[in-house]
């Protein structure tokens, strides 16, 4: 049977994906994608505690995040846009400006 | 039965398609991948009986955000293989794995709190999506409202930023910006 | 009667605060004008009060407010206004309204005007609230508040550069402002000590509950509690052997000298013990009140004793201030608190017109102090002469002046409670009083001209500023025929003190005696200073001269025993702990936080992926940590 557990495990390893991703990456298209991914494990992990609990707020939460992400999606690609008109690399080593 | 089947094959398609989306040079392939695994997740959402969210996943996420991707994707060279010096892949196991074991460890842990109870519980006999309805419009109306403020605020912003000077080259506009600055020097 | 209570209280704080407005400002008369007005205000406020109080016999208590409030301990902002305050208060306003005037004309020149001002009735203020606090408290923060202001207006003239101790013995007014704040400092621990052994056994600081409660403790608390108060007292009214500070302060503006110095800081410790007399005159602090009443004769004798010597105009008046607060005391310590009180403000009557009228001289002679170096002034300057005549006059003890009825009654007092050993130095002290007095009176206006003549040309004070010093005179001269009716006023709140019939009936003959060493005093200063100076080699170079004119070489002894090993400590504390552990322990703090941040600085790659990174490694820590966390719970 397929309790609680099993999906906060695969929610769990798939944020931890994610996180390998974002560190990994240096193209800013790329962490965008591995910030996608991460979003997405936490939307599994809600939606899977408002079946187990019997309650909606999980999946209202899972909602709330489908709009952040795509808010940040549109802003955050037109800035990749402004950017790569700019410098024309979306790498980050090439963008590194704010050196202390 | 079928939802074990499900969950697993679904687990492990969706663990192997986000690996590629991580992993891969070519940002094409990533992106396919990670649409895949988009769908498939609104699966797990099917499953778990949140049939409107997994619908919103499927339009909002597959339809919407990886559609944005794909037009983002014509501005920038997508046929070529992403070059770059990705960080050692030690320090990544080590975080990625650390968390990972942390995390599963953590939500492996048997749940003792018996104190948790349903703020909105869901109807018997009702469907999905107009429970979601009720409690969306009534008790998270005004998160709701604020998040349609906050997408409206983050289309104009990313009109604004994206199509600024569509004809124009920015850096282009910059070489000229100097040269009428040179020019005022001189004289 | 409420009001008039606040409006002596703050009239001189208002004015303190008006004049502070343009303390940065140039020279404004009218800031003079408007700081005397509001104090004489205040005068005429204390004075309605203290005929109301004369009048009915009672004494006004008003509460302003809760001032501290802490657990069981409860200070209100009280004032009380009984026979004893509002005979300070009175005087204290009396002697600054004149002295306002008087500084208007006295500081005319100096740039620094209007903080003067601000300076002195702030002084005027916190002596206010020290003689009308009705609890130990706000005793103590008068107390402190003149401090502050002897110090501030000590050192008006901060600016003028240290001296030598052979060409200035008080160095520079900075120094002498320093000097003073610090021996105060050490007196006023003894009675903050002296204060909190008091609420420490009585639970209270309001003076009524705490004399209420004397009877009920131990001997041992009430002598240590006597003994600390008058520790305090002895700091501020200069007695020995905290009394360097008195001469020094006369580095201030005379004007300055004149109200602090003579007529009211310097009396608060003699007004302290008058006010605690309930606790001074048990039985059981008998051996602290003789103590008193033997230091003071100390130093009436031993302050005249270098007076008799002195060139320096204003020191030979600060000695002499320093010996009347020793008969003040005499007679405090024995018992007879009310005739010290009368003496108290019948000698800042005199004492402080002697002062103004050595201003004068100053003004005149081109801020020249040695009184060698004048003479024959009489004619330039008739009346800063009969000022001056007329003060040591009283001073010296001459019937039918104010010191006459007085000081008389002290010595008088001191041959009735049997202390024949007192008595005989302070019959002694009155003759020295009297031939130091006129020596100085003598070598300034009579004989002949000493001066520069051609660089100086002595003239007399402004109009308005002689007329403002009248009203001392007048009362320098007859303020001794109010004894009487001063002894029924003030013996309603203070004890009674009668000579016994013995004494009585011996008392024209004391009487004489006095006057005939007194008269002796004057005759001999005559004879040798009336028709110029004749100075006698011999005499200034024996060793008692040189004892006397180098203060018994006590500043040097202090300055050899206390100041210099205590400089060597501090720099030894400063050289070996301060700088090698507490500078180190403090600069390796520094230095580690500076070298981590420095090796930290590496982080700040500007490269938003190794920023990632480094958010991954602080999110997994936090996981970690809270997974252990929840583990051990």
Not at chain 1, 11 to 19: P, R
Not at chain 2, 84 to 113: C, D, R, W
Not at chain 3, 129 to 150: Q, T
């Amino acid at each position: 049977m397929i309790g609680l557990s099993h999906y906060l495990i695969v929610s769990a390893l798939i944020f931890s994906i994610g996180l390998m991703g974002v560190l990994r990456r240096r193209n800013l298209l790329m962490l965008f994608f591995a910030t996608e991914v991460m979003l997405n494990a936490v939307n599994i992990a809600f939606a899977a505690i408002s079946h187990y609990y019997n309650d909606l707020t999980g999946q209202m939460f899972a909602f709330f995040i489908i709009a952040i992400a795509a808010s940040e999606v549109a802003v955050g690609l037109g800035l990749l846009i402004v950017l790569y008109k700019k410098y024309g690399s979306l790498d980050l080593d090439d963008l590194a400006s704010m050196k202390g | 039965m079928y939802e074990a089947v499900a969950f697993y094959l679904f687990s492990v398609l969706t663990i192997g398609l986000f690996l590629i989306t991580v992993m891969s040079k070519n940002v094409l392939y990533a992106m396919t991948s990670l649409a895949a695994g988009m769908v498939l997740i609104s699966g797990f959402f099917f499953i778990l009986g949140a049939d409107f969210l997994g619908v919103v996943q499927l339009i909002v996420y597959v339809g919407a955000i990886m559609a944005l991707y794909s037009f983002a994707m014509m501005f920038f060279d997508a046929t070529r293989d992403i070059k770059e010096k990705n960080t050692s892949n030690a320090l990544v196991f080590v975080l990625g794995g650390l968390s990972a074991l942390v995390l599963v460890l953590i939500f492996a842990a048997p749940i003792h709190s018996e104190a948790i109870q349903a703020l909105y519980p869901m109807h018997e006999g009702v469907g999905n999506a107009q429970d979601v309805g009720i409690v969306l419009f009534t008790k998270y109306l005004v998160p709701f409202e604020v998040a349609a403020v906050m997408l409206l605020v983050a289309m104009i912003s990313g009109i604004i930023l994206a199509g600024k000077k569509m004809d124009l080259s920015l850096t282009e506009d910059m070489s000229a910006d100097d040269e009428i600055l040179t020019q005022k020097d001189e004289k | 009667m409420e009001n008039l209570v606040y409006i002596a209280l703050f009239a001189p704080f208002a004015s303190s605060m008006f004049s502070a407005l343009f303390g940065m400002s140039p020279r404004q008369t009218f800031v003079g004008v408007i700081a005397s007005t509001l104090l004489f205000i205040s005068f005429a406020a204390s004075a309605t009060l203290a005929y109301h109080v004369y009048s009915t016999g009672t004494a006004i208590h008003v509460t302003m407010m809760e001032w501290i409030s802490a657990g069981d301990l409860t200070i209100p902002f009280g004032f009380l206004v009984d026979q004893v305050s509002v005979t300070m208060m009175t005087v204290v306003t009396l002697v600054s309204t004149v002295v306002h005037i008087y500084s208007i004309g006295y500081m005319d020149h100096d740039k620094s005007f209007n903080r003067f001002f601000s300076y002195l009735s702030a002084f005027v203020f916190s002596m206010m609230i020290l003689v009308m606090s009705d609890n130990f408290a706000g005793l103590f923060i008068g107390w402190e508040g003149v401090g502050v202001c002897s110090w501030l207006l000590i050192g008006f003239w901060y600016h003028k550069a240290d001296k030598p101790r052979e060409e200035n013995p008080s160095i520079s007014p900075s120094w002498a402002a320093n000097e003073a704040f610090i021996v105060n400092r050490i007196a006023d621990l003894g009675m903050l000590v002296g204060i909190f052994i008091l609420y420490w056994n009585v639970g209270s600081l309001q003076y009524d509950v705490v004399f209420a409660a004397l009877p009920d403790l131990s001997g041992s608390v009430l002598n240590a509690a006597a003994l600390a108060l008058f520790i305090g007292a002895m700091g501020k009214s200069a007695q020995f052997p905290l009394h360097t500070w008195l001469t020094d302060a006369m580095e201030g503006p005379t004007p300055v000298s004149a109200l602090i110095h003579a007529a009211t800081m310097v009396t608060a410790g003699v007004f302290l013990v008058i006010r605690a007399n309930p606790l001074f005159g048990m039985d059981e602090v008998a051996g602290v009140s003789y103590f008193i009443a033997a230091l003071g004769t100390f130093v009436a004798f031993f302050a005249a004793s270098m007076a008799l010597v002195n060139r320096d105009l204003k020191r030979i008046i600060a000695f002499s201030t320093l010996s009347q607060l020793g008969y003040m005391f005499a007679a405090a310590g024995l018992g007879a608190y009310w005739i010290a009180l009368f003496h108290l403000a019948a000698h800042a009557f005199f004492k402080a017109l002697l002062f103004l009228g050595a201003g004068n001289v100053m003004h005149a002679m081109d801020d020249e102090l040695d009184i060698f170096k004048m003479g024959g002034l009489k004619k330039a300057m008739r009346w800063t002469y009969i000022y001056m005549g007329l003060a040591s006059l009283a001073l010296a003890g001459i019937p039918f002046f104010a010191g006459f009825f007085s000081k008389d009654a002290i010595i008088e007092t001191a041959f009735n409670e049997g202390t024949f050993v007192l008595w005989v130095i302070l019959v002694l002290t009155a003759g020295m009083t009297a031939f130091y007095s006129f020596r100085q009176v003598f070598l300034t206006f009579h004989g002949k001209e000493r001066y520069d003549k051609a660089t100086i040309h002595p003239h007399d004070m402004y109009k308005f500023v002689l007329i403002a010093m009248a009203p001392l005179a007048i009362l320098a001269a007859i303020a001794g025929f109010f004894m009487g009716g001063y002894e029924n006023f003030v013996t309603k709140l203070l004890p009674e003190y009668h000579m016994s019939e013995h004494t009585h009936h011996i008392a024209w003959l004391l009487g004489l005696l006095v006057l005939v060493v007194a008269v002796s005093g004057i005759v001999l200063a005559y004879r040798k200073y009336a028709n110029g100076l004749k100075r006698d080699e011999d005499l200034e170079n024996s060793f008692i001269y040189k004892l006397l004119a180098n203060q018994y070489y006590i500043p040097q002894f202090y300055e050899e025993f206390i100041t210099k090993p205590y400089a060597m400590l501090s720099e030894h504390m400063w050289k070996d702990i301060d700088m090698k552990i507490v500078d180190t322990t403090v600069d390796g703090i520094a230095k580690f936080l500076y070298k981590s941040g420095d090796g930290a600085r590496k982080m700040q790659t500007g490269n938003l992926s190794n920023y990632l990174n480094w958010m991954a490694v602080g999110a997994v820590i936090l996981l970690v940590v809270a997974a252990i966390s929840a583990m051990l719970v």
